[in-house]
C-alpha cells in the first residue's frame, strides 16, 4: 500500500492524492491548483486510464476542479461523493468549462491577431458531461465497498454542503488498515451547515493543513452581515434573490401540502406526489429543462410560474392543531412513491394538472398549441363535491364591455344590442369555448377567460337585463389531471398508478430514484 501526494502538500489548493493498493489505483480529491509556481498541477504519475476510481471529499474547485481533465485524458472509473457534492459538482464543473472555453476563445482571438496558434481549453463541457455520468452518489455513515480490498464510508465535516471526511479500510496481505482523508473541516455553530461528525480510532490521518500554523479568528455574526448586504442592496434599488438547495423528496414534501387537498385519500395524494415530481424534474438542466424564467432557479414557489412551496413551519402554521396528522399523510404520499416519475417512450412527461376538469379534461393542442400524446381528452367523473365545479360570476354591462374592449380594442363592443354583439362560436368536444365573436373580432375562448378572469374556459353568456351572468364549469386550463377526478378516483378504489394513467394517456411508472441522488 503506498501513497503519493501529488498537489497541496507545497502550498494552497489542489488536493489530489494516488493510493496504490495491490495493484490498483484510485485518487482522494483531484483538485484544480490555483495560482502560479513551480508546483501547479503537477501531473498524475500513473495513465488515468489505470486509475479505477476517485473519492471526492467536497465540491470545491481545489478539490475537484480537474475531474473533467481526468476524463479527458481517459479516465473511465467511478468517482464517489456525497449527494450533495455530485449535485454541487455539476454547476461547478460546468461553469468551470464555461470559463475555460469563453477563456480559450478570447486568447484564440488574440493570438489569432498575433498569428500565433489559438490555445485550447483545459477541459470543455463535453468532459464534464462525461465525468459527471461517473459520479456515484452516497449517503452520509454508509459503508461502501470500492474494490474486493477497500472499504469507504462518508462522514459529515461541516465545511460545506454535502462535504465529508473518507474513512478507509485497506486490506493487503491479509492485514487490514483505516486510513482518514479529513478533507476540509468547518467550525462549529455555523447556520444551515452542521457540526462536524467525530471519529473514533485510525491507523493513520491524512489532514488537511492549510491553516495548521494558526487559530480561527472569532466567529463573527453571518445573519449581521447577511442583513447588512440585503440592507445597502435594496438601498441601491437592487434585487435579493435567495436560492436555496433542496433534495427533491424533501421538496416534495413542503410542495404537496399546497397542490392538493390534505384530506384527500392517500392514493390520490400519491398521484399528486408523483406529478408535481415528474413537473419538478422536467424543469432541471440536469434533464434537459430550462431554470424559472423570473428568477433564474431550477423551481420557484410561485404557483402561477411554477410550483407552490413552503416550508415545515409555514405547513405547522396552516394545519395547526392537525399538523402531525396532515404531515404524516403528506409524508406517507412522497416517501411510499419516492423516485417515482411518469414518463412516456421512456422521457418525462409534462405532467400538467388542475383543480377541476368539468366533467372532462382538455387536449393539450386545444390550450398549449402543442400536442401530446399522453395530454388528451378524457372523462373525469365524481367532480361534483369541488366548489368549482359550476361557478356563476355577474358583470354590470358597463364594467363587461369596458373590460373586453380593453383587452381587445378591434371589438369595439358598445352597450346597444350588446346580445347581437357577443355570441360563442365554437366549442371542443369537452365542452370548452373554442371561439367567441365580439363585435368586430373573433377571439379564442382561453383569450375570453383571461380578460374576465374566468375560473375556466367551459362557459356560457347570459344577458340578464343590466348585467351580463357568465357561468363556468371547471377550474384550472383543464389539461391533464384533474386533482378532484383522483380525488372521485380514490375514493371508488383507484390506486395512485391507475389515477395516472388515466389522466395521462399510455404512460409508465418509473422508478428514477438512483437519478435523482
Known amino acids: 500500500m503506498k501513497l503519493t501526494f501529488i498537489r497541496a502538500d507545497h502550498e494552497v489548493t489542489g488536493s489530489c492524492t494516488l493510493l496504490e493498493i495491490g495493484g490498483h489505483y484510485g485518487l482522494i480529491d483531484c483538485g484544480m491548483e490555483q495560482g502560479r509556481d513551480l508546483f501547479e498541477n503537477i501531473a498524475i504519475p500513473v495513465p488515468a486510464a489505470q486509475i479505477e476510481f476517485v473519492l471526492v471529499t467536497h465540491a470545491h474547485m481545489d478539490h475537484t476542479g480537474h475531474l473533467p481533465l481526468l476524463y479527458k485524458q481517459g479516465f473511465r472509473g467511478t468517482v464517489y461523493a456525497t449527494e450533495a457534492t455530485c449535485d454541487l459538482c455539476g454547476i461547478m464543473l460546468r461553469d468551470a468549462a464555461h470559463i475555460q472555453m469563453s477563456e480559450a476563445e478570447w486568447k484564440g482571438r488574440k493570438a489569432a491577431r498575433a498569428g500565433q496558434p489559438a490555445p485550447e ?8 458531461e462525461g465525468v459527471l455520468r461517473l459520479l456515484r452518489p452516497c449517503g452520509y455513515g454508509k459503508r461502501i465497498q470500492v474494490g474486493e480490498n477497500i472499504i469507504i464510508r462518508f462522514t459529515d465535516v461541516g465545511h460545506l454542503l454535502g462535504s465529508a471526511c473518507i474513512e478507509a479500510w485497506l486490506t493487503e496481505g491479509g492485514t487490514e488498515k483505516k486510513i482518514v482523508f479529513s478533507g476540509d473541516i468547518g467550525n462549529v455553530d455555523q447556520p444551515i451547515i452542521r457540526d462536524p461528525t467525530y471519529l473514533t480510532g485510525a491507523d493513520y490521518v491524512v489532514m488537511e493543513s492549510t491553516y495548521g500554523d494558526r487559530n480561527h479568528t472569532e466567529v463573527w455574526s453571518y445573519t449581521d452581515d447577511l442583513a447588512k448586504i440585503i440592507d445597502e442592496t435594496i438601498a441601491k434599488g437592487g434585487n435579493v434573490q435567495i436560492v436555496v438547495h433542496v433534495y427533491m423528496e424533501d421538496y ?4 404537496l401540502p399546497y397542490e392538493m387537498d390534505n384530506s384527500f385519500p392517500l392514493e390520490a395524494l400519491k398521484a399528486q406526489a408523483v406529478a408535481a415530481r415528474t413537473f419538478t424534474l422536467r424543469r432541471l438542466p440536469a434533464c434537459g429543462g430550462t431554470p424559472c424564467g423570473r428568477c433564474g432557479a431550477d423551481v420557484c414557489t410561485d404557483s402561477a410560474c411554477c410550483q407552490s412551496y413552503r416550508s415545515a413551519e409555514q405547513l405547522a402554521s396552516k394545519w395547526g392543531a392537525d399538523a402531525a396528522y396532515y404531515s404524516a399523510r403528506v409524508e406517507e404520499a412522497v416517501y411510499s412513491t419516492a423516485g417515482e416519475v411518469a414518463t412516456y417512450e421512456g422521457a418525462l412527461i409534462e405532467a400538467l394538472y388542475h383543480s377541476t376538469a368539468g366533467g372532462m379534461t382538455e387536449s393539450s393542442e386545444n390550450v398549449f398549441a402543442s400536442a401530446q400524446p399522453y395530454l388528451v381528452s378524457v372523462e373525469s367523473p365524481g367532480e361534483e363535491g369541488s366548489a368549482h365545479y359550476r361557478d356563476s360570476i355577474t358583470f354590470p354591462r358597463k364594467s363587461f364591455i369596458t373590460k373586453l374592449n380593453a383587452a381587445f380594442p378591434r371589438a369595439e363592443l358598445s352597450a346597444k344590442k350588446l346580445e347581437v354583439q357577443v355570441e360563442i362560436t365554437a366549442r371542443f ?12 373580432v373573433e377571439v379564442t375562448g382561453r383569450q375570453f377567460r383571461k380578460a374576465l378572469d374566468l375560473p375556466s374556459a367551459n362557459f356560457t353568456i347570459e344577458f340578464v337585463g343590466e348585467d351580463v351572468r357568465v357561468s363556468t364549469k371547471g377550474y384550472g386550463h383543464g389539461v391533464g389531471m384533474s386533482q378532484y377526478g383522483a380525488n372521485a378516483m380514490a375514493k371508488e378504489g383507484s390506486d395512485y398508478r391507475a389515477i395516472l394513467q388515466h389522466y395521462y394517456t399510455g404512460i409508465s411508472i418509473e422508478n428514477w430514484g438512483e437519478r435523482l441522488k
Open 121 to 128: 481549453p483545459l477541459y470543455t463541457l463535453e468532459d464534464v
Open 429 to 440: 368536444a369537452s365542452g370548452r369555448v373554442k371561439t367567441v365573436r365580439l363585435g368586430k
Open 252 to 255: 416534495m414534501l413542503g410542495v
